[in-house]
Nanobody, 120 residues
Framework: QVQLVESGGGLVQAGGSLRVSCAAS????????TAWFRQAPGKDREFVAT????????YYADFVKGRFTISRDNAKNTVHLQMNSLKPEDTAVYYCAWRCTYRPVNCDYWGQGIQVTVSS
């Protein structure tokens, strides 16, 4: 069993940057892909980015390509999402997920989510 805890959310102005992080418990974290999803008010949860266990493969939703970067540190059981050039439409609750399949990205374990708000 892996528990996922997100951190680093908050309020940022449009055009700014923010990094959200996810800390995982458990010894098997490094064995599987992880991902970030988000859910805006009144909308369905949507895929943002995923990274495989070795960090060799990453895959992004079209709407974040070139702006967001996913990374992981298996030694620290963490995964990060660096978000640059943020837009008001990036406002959402961001969820860390683990033990994910690749394209389509479906995950077995989820964090509680963290709020990211981008002001215009």
């Amino acid at each position: 069993q892996v528990q996922l805890v997100e951190s680093g959310g908050g309020l940022v102005q449009a055009g700014g940057s923010l990094r959200v992080s996810c800390a995982a418990s458990g010894r098997t974290f490094s064995m599987y892909s992880t991902a970030w999803f988000r859910q805006a008010p009144g909308k369905d949860r949507e895929f943002v980015a995923t990274i495989n266990w070795s960090s060799i493969n990453t895959y992004y939703a079209d709407f974040v390509k070139g702006r967001f970067t996913i990374s992981r540190d298996n030694a620290k059981n963490t995964v990060h999402l660096q978000m640059n050039s943020l837009k008001p439409e990036d406002t959402a609750v961001y969820y860390c997920a683990w033990r994910c399949t690749y394209r389509p990205v479906n995950c077995d374990y989820w964090g509680q989510g963290i709020q990211v708000t981008v002001s215009s």
